[in-house]
């Protein structure tokens, strides 16, 4: 874990995973979450999953979407409200460095299909890490 001296923090997981990435823009100075992405990459970090209203900034910072599930509410994040939030799928990124193939998240998803069943995440989660490439 990372934590900026404006209190912003990310997390590496020793299998490259980016986890917890949190900007503080709060107060007169501010950290970018793409200075904290890129920091992520130098300390090992490969890749991340995220809800996919996050798609076009990761794609922007370098991360090439891989596979993805549809949105589950038993896995809903504590302050989702159905009928208030949207039910985002989870998508599954790992690193290039470079801009994604796919500018929209429309077109990953013509041509991706979601990994579906029981298993769903954990699936995913093993076919991106098989993908992974650097």
Known sequence: ?????????????????????????????????????KFATTKGGTKLDSFDGNYK?????????????EFNEEYAPSNWVKGRDEAENVIFFKYTGKQSRYTKPEQFYE???????DDAYDNAYT???ENQTR
């Open 57 to 69: 900034f990761y794609c922007h910072c370098g991360f090439e979407p891989v596979t993805h599930v």
């Open 111 to 117: 041509a991706v299909s979601p990994v579906t069943g």
């Open 1 to 37: 874990m990372f934590i900026t001296k404006n209190g912003s923090t990310i997390a590496i997981r020793d299998d490259g995973d980016i986890i917890s990435v949190c900007a503080n823009n709060s107060g007169n100075v501010k950290d970018s979450s793409s200075s904290l992405l």
């Open 127 to 129: 076919i991106r890490d």
